[in-house]
């Protein structure tokens, strides 16, 4: 079994403008001038503009927004359940 490398391949911080399409397309093009040439996935917690930028320049790429939403049903869901089960009892 290979073991997985991690590093840190950056380090930005992000000025009165805030994140922007135009900001991570700079950084994504950065990345992708100095190392991995391929990316297979994207996920983010909701990043304004990160996922057309990220398809943009890592067009193999697929994205996963929120991933606690996709590991755990909705609460609406939860919430629905939990009040069929009550009703139950």
Known sequence: MRKAIKEV???W???AEGESSGFWRE???GLKERGPARVFLFTDEGL???SEEAKEVY???DFQGRLLHKVRPPR???EERTV???RRI
């Open 76 to 78: 609406a869901e939860q």
């Open 84 to 86: 069929k089960l009550l």
């Open 27 to 29: 950084i994504l093009y």
């Open 48 to 50: 304004k503009g990160l």
């Open 13 to 15: 911080i992000i000025g």
């Open 9 to 11: 391949l950056g380090f």
């Open 59 to 61: 067009s193999e790429a």
